[in-house]
């Protein structure tokens, strides 16, 4: 069964960082790309990040490139996403799935508020 734990989530001042962490399990970790959203609150749920199989291609949306950074770790089959200089903006509800594997965890809320 493919699953996603989310966690890291909290409450942050603007201008702060928070680390997200993404729990996976029930699949081969090294074949798929992993990739994180987030969905604000009356908002559709918008792509975040990508990173690829071997963790050397990523992607990112505008709004977010130059102060996140996503990362992986075959070994503790987890993927990560650093959040820098966070505005208010980011509030969301900040889910993590794969491209082979297109199901969503429970996520984690994520708000920046002074």
């Known amino acids: 069964q493919v699953q996603f734990v989310e966690s890291g989530g909290g409450l942050v001042q603007p201008g702060g960082s928070l680390r997200l962490s993404c729990t996976t399990s029930?699949?081969?970790?090294?074949?798929?790309?992993l990739k994180w959203y987030r969905q604000a609150p009356g908002k559709e749920r918008e792509f975040v990040a990508r990173i690829d199989e071997t963790g050397r291609r990523k992607n990112y949306a505008d709004s977010v490139r130059g102060r996140f950074i996503m990362s992986r770790d075959s070994a503790k089959k987890m993927t990560f996403l650093q959040m820098n200089d966070l505005n208010p903006e980011a509030t969301a509800m900040y889910s993590c799935t794969a491209d082979r594997y297109p199901t969503w965890g429970k996520g984690t809320q994520v708000t920046v508020d002074s």
């Open positions: 029930g699949f081969v970790f090294g074949t798929t790309a």
